[in-house]
T-cell receptor
Framework: GAVVSQHPSWVICKSGTSVKIECRSL??????MFWYRQFPKQSLMLMATSNEGSKATYEQGVEKDKFLINHASLTLSTLTVTSAHPEDSSFYIC????????????FGQGTRLTVV | DAKTTQPPSMDCAEGRAANLPCNHS???????VYWYRQIHSQGPQYIIHGLKNNETNEMASLIITEDRKSSTLILPHATLRDTAVYYCIVRPFYGQNFVFGPGTRLSVLP
């Protein structure tokens, strides 16, 4: 199947700093990418929908100024956690879709963020 | 909220078939049934999806009831590496996000 790659796989940062997570579709063009967050022992929760060339749509309760999403090309979307705090520590996962019709979405391997 | 309900956990003996049920009684006519699984600390992995016909691929089979209100994912010969959380999701069309419920934690036992 298609490949979606996230980088980094894990990151530790100090409180107050910013962290950028990249999501790349390696062998297809993704007009839509989704960003999810998963806390321990919980399911994935959608944070935002990212469409290439336009502003992301954020879910209720997700601060758009704190979680900056850029989808500048058909193969790359980035999530920047600004002024990170320990409560932002989580597993962040992106997904991307390749085309029209009811295709499957492909997920990245996830990024484990720990804010200390 | 997720539109599906699944048992929270199941056990299966290694080498036996694992049958994971899912109820989606409010499914709409244009919604597909998707199955993903998540192995600890990894992103979800696509397994299979279908609309109303049964589907089979190299990983699993998907059996959808005629009224489409429930489905069963079948792993024909479960291995220890199939231990994961399995998510059943209904979604209408491309471009809509997946809504994840708690899923079923499948433990394959030696």
């Amino acid at each position: 199947g298609a490949v979606v790659s996230q980088h980094p796989s894990w990151v530790i940062c100090k409180s107050g700093t910013s962290v950028k997570i990249e999501c790349r579709s390696l062998d297809f063009q993704a007009t839509t990418m989704f960003w999810y967050r998963q806390f321990p022992k919980q399911s994935l929760m959608l944070m935002a929908t990212s469409n290439e060339g336009s502003k992301a749509t954020y879910e209720q309760g997700v601060e758009k100024d704190k979680f900056l999403i850029n989808h500048a090309s058909l193969t790359l979307s980035t999530l920047t956690v600004t002024s990170a705090h320990p409560e932002d520590s989580s597993f962040y996962i992106c997904s991307a879709e390749s085309g029209t019709g009811n295709t499957e979405a492909f997920f990245g391997q996830g990024t484990r963020l720990t804010v200390v | 909220d997720a539109k599906t309900t699944q048992p929270p956990s199941m056990d299966c003996a290694e080498g036996r078939a694992a049958n994971l049920p899912c109820n989606h009684s409010t499914i709409s006519g244009n919604e597909y049934v998707y199955w993903y699984r998540q192995i600890h600390s990894q992103g979800p992995q696509y397994i299979i999806h279908g609309l109303k016909n049964n589907e089979t691929n190299e990983m699993a089979s998907l059996i959808i009831t005629e009224d489409r209100k429930s489905s069963t994912l079948i792993l024909p010969h479960a291995t220890l590496r199939d231990t994961a959380v399995y998510y059943c999701i209904v979604r209408p069309f491309y471009g809509q996000n997946f809504v994840f419920g708690p899923g079923t934690r499948l433990s394959v036992l030696p």
